[in-house]
C-alpha cells in the first residue's frame, strides 16, 4: 500500500503578520500614521455635525370591546410622523426661520431632518454644524407641527362624528337588536335621508381639513430641543482612528500581495 504524504507546505495559507519582521512593522507604523493624518486633514476640511432632538407628544384614546385594533393605533400614530413633512408645516417653519435671519429651501430643511417615533412621541431630529442652530430648527418644527394639528383637530373630530352617525344610522338598519332603540325607533324616512345627506355633506367637508386624524387622536404637547454638546458625525478623533485602522488593514494587505508576487517570481 502507498503512504500518503502530508501536504507540500505551498498549499498552506500563513499570514505575512506571523513572519514579519521588525522592519516590516515600522512600515506599517508608517501606514497607520499616514492614515491618522488623512483622518486628520479630512476633520479639518469637513466640520462636526450636531443632531439636536425636539419632541411631539400624541395621546390616542381606546375604547375597549370595540373593532379597534393595535395595527390601527399603530397607523394613527406614524400618520403624525409623516404629517411632519406636510407643506403646510414646512412652510411654516421656512417663515418663522426666515424671521430668524436663517434662510432654507423645503429640500434643504428635509435633508437635514429625520423624523422617528418612540412609543405615542415623535421625535423630530435635526443635524447641523452649529448647534444652536439644530436646536432651533428642531424647536421650531416641532412647534409649528403642533399649530398646525391642533388647528386641524376640530376638523377630525367633526369628521369622526359624522361617520360614527352614519355607522349608528346603518346599524338600524341592518342589526336587528338595535332596531328596538329609542334613536332607532325615532326614524322616519325623511330624518334618515336628512341625517345621510348631513353627514355626508360634512365628510365632504371635513376630510381634506382633518389631515387624516381621527377625533381620538390628540396631540397633547410638544418639548423644545435642548442644545446638543457632542458632536454626532465628523467627529475629529473617530476619524483619526478610522484613518489609522485604514492603514493597518492597507499595510496587511499590501504585506501580503508583495509575499505573494515574490513567492510566483
Not at 476633520?43 to 373593532?67: D, G, H, I, Q
Not at 381639513?209 to 390628540?218: F, I, K, Q
Request: include cysteine; charge should be negative.
Amino acid at each position: 500500500m502507498k503512504k500518503s504524504g502530508k501536504p507540500s507546505g505551498k498549499t498552506e495559507f500563513s499570514p505575512k503578520i506571523f513572519h514579519a519582521k521588525p522592519t516590516d512593522w515600522l512600515g506599517v507604523a508608517g501606514f497607520m500614521l499616514l492614515g491618522a493624518v488623512i483622518g486628520l486633514v479630512i476633520s479639518l476640511l469637513v466640520p462636526p455635525k450636531y443632531e439636536a432632538v425636539s419632541k411631539l407628544t400624541t395621546n390616542l384614546e381606546v375604547v375597549t370591546n370595540t373593532n379597534v385594533t393595535e395595527i390601527m393605533i399603530d397607523a394613527q400614530v406614524d400618520i403624525v410622523g409623516t404629517l411632519m413633512f406636510h407643506p403646510d408645516v414646512i412652510e411654516r417653519v421656512k417663515q418663522a426661520l426666515a424671521d430668524e435671519g436663517l434662510t432654507y429651501t423645503a429640500t434643504e430643511l428635509t435633508r437635514k431632518t429625520k423624523i422617528e417615533r418612540q412609543l405615542m412621541t415623535t421625535l423630530i431630529k435635526v443635524r447641523d454644524t452649529d448647534p444652536e442652530v439644530a436646536a432651533l430648527i428642531a424647536t421650531t418644527w416641532a412647534e409649528k407641527a403642533y399649530e398646525r394639528l391642533t388647528e386641524a383637530y376640530p376638523h377630525a373630530l367633526a369628521l369622526s362624528e359624522a361617520k360614527a352617525s352614519q355607522a349608528l344610522l346603518t346599524s338600524c338598519v341592518e342589526d336587528v337588536t338595535k332596531q328596538n332603540l329609542p334613536f332607532c325607533q325615532s326614524l322616519t324616512e325623511d330624518k334618515t335621508g336628512q341625517i345621510l345627506s348631513e353627514t355626508e355633506s360634512i365628510i365632504l367637508k371635513e376630510s381634506p381639513l382633518s389631515l387624516g386624524l381621527t377625533g381620538e387622536l390628540n396631540i397633547s404637547q410638544y418639548q423644545p430641543a435642548p442644545v446638543p454638546e457632542n458632536p454626532v458625525a465628523f467627529v475629529r478623533s473617530t476619524l483619526i482612528l478610522a484613518g489609522a485602522l485604514a492603514g493597518l488593514v492597507f499595510a496587511l494587505l499590501l504585506g501580503e500581495l508583495l509575499t505573494k508576487e515574490h513567492e510566483r517570481e
